[in-house]
C-alpha cells in the first residue's frame, strides 16, 4: 500500500504513510493504521491508529475511545506486521 495521509504534528503538517485501513459494520466506522516513519524512546517504530466516518473519508480522523475498538484495531494491526513480515518488509 503506497497510501499517504497528511496530518498535523505540534503545529506542523507530517505526511504518513498508510498501513492498513478497513471499515467494521458492528460500529460503522473505518480505521486506520499508520506512521510518520518517528520512533519511541526503545527504538521502535511509532504507528498510530484513527477511526473515521467512512463516508467522510480519512479527513475525519478521531481517537479510537472505546477498549473494544482498541482491542479490534491492534488485533489487525498485529495480523498486518505479520503479514509484512512474512514477505521481508
Known amino acids: 500500500m503506497d497510501e499517504k495521509i497528511i496530518i498535523e504534528k505540534d503545529g506542523q ?3 504518513c504513510d498508510v498501513l492498513f485501513t ?5 460500529t460503522g466506522k ?3 493504521g499508520y506512521t510518520d516513519h518517528s ?5 521502535r517504530k511509532n504507528i498510530y491508529t484513527a477511526s ?3 463516508v467522510l ?4 480522523l478521531e481517537e479510537i475511545k472505546t477498549d473494544e475498538e482498541k482491542e479490534m484495531v491492534k488485533e489487525v494491526l498485529e495480523q498486518a506486521y505479520a503479514e509484512g513480515k512474512g514477505n521481508n518488509r
Do not use: A, L, Q, R
Not at 39 to 43: A, L
Open 13 to 15: 503538517e507530517v505526511e
Open 22 to 26: 478497513f471499515n467494521c459494520e458492528e
Open 30 to 32: 473505518g480505521y486506520i
Open 39 to 43: 520512533f519511541d524512546s526503545k527504538n
Open 52 to 54: 473515521f466516518d467512512p
Open 57 to 60: 473519508g480519512m479527513g475525519s
